[in-house]
Structures are given as C-alpha cells and as structure tokens.
C-alpha cells in the first residue's frame, strides 16, 4: 500500500505540472485530476484505516441508541463521554434506522467526508481568488487543483479518514464555514459553525474567530451588521437545544472527557501541550513554511492593491475606453449609443474602482481568517495539553488551513486590480505553482510514511486496540452476565464485549473521576472509588493489549483487594494479565479458563 500511495502521488504529480495550463482552461480536464486527486486521498487513508479507540466509544453509545438504551456507554448511566454529539447521532442513524453495522458506516462516512475535504479546499481557494478578481479578469481554477492536491496528502486528515472518528467531518466543517463567508452567507455559515462545535469542542475556536471577523467586516462597511446577526441566530438555533437537551438529560454542560481533560492545572497542560505542538511543526515543515510565506507576502503587498485601484479610479478616459470597447463587443451594434452610454457612466464614476479595491480587501481578509483559525486551532490543542493519539489529531484542520490560504494568496496577489486580464505570465514563474504544490505533496505523504509518530504508531495502535478487543470479547462472552470490568481502554473492550460494564479509570465515561478524581497531567483518577465504590469484578490494567511475558505482579492500587490471574493466549507467545476480585478469584478464573483461545497459567509459588 506505501508503494501505490507514493506511485499515486507521482502520477498526480507529473500530470499537474504537465498540464497546469490546460487545468484553466479545460472543465473536463480539470474534472479528471480532481478525480485522480480524490484517488489519491483514497489510497493515503486506507494506508492507516484503523479504527480508533475514541471511536469504538463512541460506536458503544450508537449501538446503545439503536437499541433502545439512550446515548449512554454502560445502560442506566447517563454519562457523557463523548464530545462529538453530531457524529454519533450520524453513525446511529443508519443503525436505528436499518440495522446497519456502526463501525462500518462510521468508516465509510469518515472517508466521503475526508474527500469532501478535498473538494471544498479546491472550491474554497478559487472562490477567494475569485472574489479578488476584478470584472473580466479569467479565471483561474488550477489554483485550487493544488490546494487540493496539498490536502490530499496532509498526513492526519488521511491518518484519522478511515479511523471511524470524528476528524474528518470536523475538517470539512471548517472549510465549509470558510467557503460559507466567502460566499457572503453567514446564516449558513453560523449553522455550519454550530455542526462544528458539536462535532469537537475545538468548533468554539472557529466560532468564535468567524464571529469576530464579521463583526470587522461589518465596522468596515463590507457587510450589513444583518451578517453577524444572522451569523449568531444560524448558530444558536442548534447550539441552545443542543445544550438545553444536556443538562437536562447529563445533569452537565461539559462532557466527561472534556472535564477530565481540563481538571489540572493549565501549567500542566502547556507543559503537554508545547511539546505535542512541536513535534506537529517538526513533522509538518512543509505546510508550515509555506503558510509562512503566504502571510509575509500578504502583509508586504498589503497596500499595492489600493494604489493600482486609485489610479484606475482616478483615470476616467482610460476607464471609458475599455468599458466602451467591452460592451461593443458584447453588445450588437443597434445598441452601441446605449453601451457607449454605460461606459462613459462607468468611467465618470469612481466607485467601480473602489468596488476593485473592496473585493480584493474582502478577499485577503479571508485568507487571514484562515491564518487565524490555524493559530487559534494550534493555541487551543497546547491549552488542552495536546493529546494521546498519534499523528496529532488536534491539528488535524491546520494543514488543509494553511493549504487553501497559501494558494488563496497566491491567486489574490496575482490579480489583475486594473479591471482586465493579466498579461501571460512566463512559463518559469507559472510553473512554480504546481511544482511547489506536488513537491510539498510528496514529503507531506513520505512524512505520513515515515514519521515514527504516524504508520508505524499507527500500526502498534492497530495491534493493541485489535488485542484488546479479543481480550474484551472472551471477557464478555465467560464472566458473569452483568459483570463489571475496569479499564484503561473502554472502547476496544467493549467492541466485542457485549454489556458488559465497563469503568473507564481515567474518568472519560465516568463522571466521578472526571469531576471529582485527582488530575495529574491531563489525566484524572480515582483508584480508592474505583476498589471500594464501584467493586469491579476483574480489572484489565493494561491498555496496550498483550505483553510478551506473564506479569505476576499487581498494580499497588488493586493489591489487598484483587488478585492476579494470568493466561496465555493460545497458539501465540502472549500473556494478558486480569484481576479477579480476591473474593470471587477462584469461581471468576475457572469461567474465564473455559474459553478455547485462553489457558490460565498459575504465577510460580
């Protein structure tokens, strides 16, 4: 799969580069390798596709939804542990409704929604080009074919595509919110920006950044003060049911995981957070540089735009010529006294030439909209304290951000203010564009391939969730009905786990430990309520599946009450260590070795 992604990203490649000038011109053309640039972001998910645990929580709630036990992880519990209440409801839809496999649909949605991500940084980027273009300027659509190809390769849209997670969906929400108020709708965009809040709590950041950017553009006269308002009532007329439905049914405004998550010190979490952004940046250069590059060329050329636009204001025989010479052309010659008129109106008015100089001022404050929502994103992920999954799924949205706003600056830069089509720019300089764009696709997708922080941590991952799956399945399948499991990894053992009940020790589906336990580095807990509160029948303490030899030892925090079983899977070399309440140890042990994939193995006197 490595080979055909990088064999992909070459063809790509060369044909971009080969026929930059024809993607202008040629709609069938452009069509196709926007086709082969879907085919590429395809091929660089399924490299990863695996599902991750925060997904397989989220599946338990969907199943239990369709089953008829409400958004809850273990029935009878309302616990919020999840912050993604639009994608649950998506992926339980298609299950309550026809019976559909969760995991699968979650996937399959997940990967259309990571292609949706490539298509609309395509039209978002032409769109703002678009905006900066004065009347009669040709347009430039290749511009977005290399946003695209560039967001087809960032390695954690691809990492978490076919992940069964949320990620994706929250991407093409902020893209869409961008493209929304590029195209002067902020109804739309408010309700967008709601579906993004209620996706992941990072959704605050673009809410917030978008909502300020109106009211700007309002104090400036580029819009009506009607824009932030209908910006502000698309978004709460989801956001007040939303969370009126939440305290009502949870009891709480913030979820679980979020709460356990915030409970440190926010020393502690920037002291998580730097290092988690840094390794991001150490990783994604590329991108980095070029949204650099955009932003410094952006504030250097901030004032050229205004001066070619006051000359042409300031110029009206000239303006008239070309106003008079574009409606003869399009006007038949019976009507030529009516065009002439028109032109001799445009040029007598210099308000045209401030409407060149407004679009172009609207179109740069796009792009610093989008600079905005990557910092804001980046400050948000070092607040939180980062997180534990691979390839850095707060920053996911960054790359695809700063993809549309460097080629987004580029077109806007290289607009034409005068009013007419930009002489043919040399083929050297026209080229760097594409080369640019499929270089730094090509190190975004060898980056993917050969950071330690992405396959390869992905495929351990993979490894662990699908052990403790089977771990979580055997569990389900010879413990008591209605037994109760502690553990770090709720999700991947209750993926085949039945009802079991499951107790997160770190407080993501639990709300005492959450709320109330000890945080310590982003983590919290709760072992003494854990023991003596919620009395578990066994306890799986490892959260990275099998281990390579029996463990005999116990965890300080279990000891006194639990014991230590340990079994051998069978036919491999693994162990996997449980504990048994010491109580029930020897009735619990004798069921759980009745299983044919597990031998019991007593420690050594």
């Known amino acids: 799969m490595v080979y055909a992604v990088v064999v992909a990203w070459l063809v790509v490649a060369a044909i971009v580069v080969l026929t930059w000038h024809r993607l202008d011109t040629d709609r069938g053309w452009r069509a196709f390798v926007l086709t082969l640039t879907l085919g590429l972001s395809l091929l660089h998910q399924l490299l990863f596709a695996t599902v991750t645990e925060d997904a397989l929580v989220t599946f338990r709630y969907a199943q239990n939804i369709a089953d008829g036990n409400g958004p809850v992880f273990n029935p009878g519990e309302r616990v919020e542990g999840y912050t993604n ?224 636009g006051s000359r042409a204001a300031e110029s009206p025989a000239r303006g008239g010529t070309a106003a008079f010479r574009g409606t003869r052309a399009a006007e038949p010659p019976a009507r030529g006294e009516a065009a002439a008129f028109r032109g001799a109106r445009a040029a007598e008015s210099p308000a045209r030439g401030d409407a060149v100089v407004g679009t172009a001022v609207e179109a740069k404050a796009l792009l610093w909209l989008l600079f905005a929502m990557a910092a804001g994103l980046a400050a948000a992920a070092v607040l939180i304290g980062g997180d534990p999954g691979p390839s850095w799924r707060l920053l996911a949205p960054l790359p695809p951000l700063l993809a549309v706003a460097a080629a987004g600056t580029y077109g806007v ?125 066994v306890a799986v303490p490892a959260d990275d599946g099998y281990a390579d030899r029996q463990h005999c030892a116990i965890d300080p925090v279990y000891a006194g009450k639990y014991e230590v079983a340990t079994f051998r899977r069978v036919g491999t070399p693994y162990w996997v260590s449980v504990y048994p309440r010491a109580e029930q140890a020897k009735a619990l042990v004798a069921d759980l070795d009745k299983g044919p994939d597990f031998r019991y193995v007593p420690c050594p006197a």
């Open 85 to 308: 209440f639009s994608w649950l409801v998506l992926v339980a839809l298609p299950r309550a409704a026809f019976g559909a496999d969760v995991r699968t649909t979650a996937v399959v949605f997940g990967v259309l929604a990571a292609l949706g991500c490539v298509l609309v940084s395509c039209f978002l980027a032409n769109r703002i080009v678009a905006a900066a273009a004065p009347d009669g300027a040709q347009p430039r659509p290749a511009i977005g074919v290399a946003a695209a190809v560039l967001t087809a390769s960032a390695g954690g849209l691809a990492v978490y595509g076919a992940s069964g997670s949320e990620v994706p969906l929250f991407v093409l929400l902020v893209l869409a919110t961008g493209y929304a108020l590029a195209a002067r709708r902020p109804v739309v965009a408010g309700v967008l920006v709601a579906f993004a809040v209620m996706t992941s709590p990072e959704g605050l950041v673009i809410g917030v950044l978008a909502g300020l950017w109106l009211v700007g553009a309002a104090l400036k006269r580029k819009h009506s003060w009607w824009a932030p308002v209908g910006y502000v009532q698309g978004a709460l007329v989801f956001l007040i049911p939303r969370l009126a439905w939440r305290a009502t049914f949870y009891q709480h405004f913030l979820p679980a995981p979020l709460a356990a998550k915030l409970g440190g010190t926010l020393g502690e979490r920037v002291a998580a957070g730097w290092p988690y952004l840094s390794g991001f940046a150490l990783a994604h250069q590329g991108f980095l540089l070029l949204g650099l590059v955009a932003a410094v060329a952006l504030v250097l050329r901030r004032t050229e735009p205004a001066v070619r």
């Open 413 to 537: 830069l290289t607009a034409d203010a005068v009013g007419k089509p930009s002489p043919k720019p040399r083929a050297a300089g026209t080229l760097l564009v594409p080369v640019t764009a499929c270089g730094l696709a090509g190190i975004a997708v060898l980056v993917s391939v050969f950071s330690p922080e992405m396959l390869d941590r992905v495929r351990v991952w993979h490894s662990h969730g699908t052990e403790l799956a089977e771990i979580g399945g055997w569990l389900g399948d010879y413990l008591p009905p209605g037994s109760v499991v502690s553990a770090a990894a709720p999700g991947a053992l209750a993926a085949h786990g039945g009802q079991l009940l499951i107790i997160d020790v770190l407080g993501r589906t639990d709300d005492h430990i959450a709320r109330e336990g000890r945080h310590d580095g982003g983590i919290a807990t709760d072992y003494d309520y854990v023991v003596n509160g919620r009395r578990p029948t």
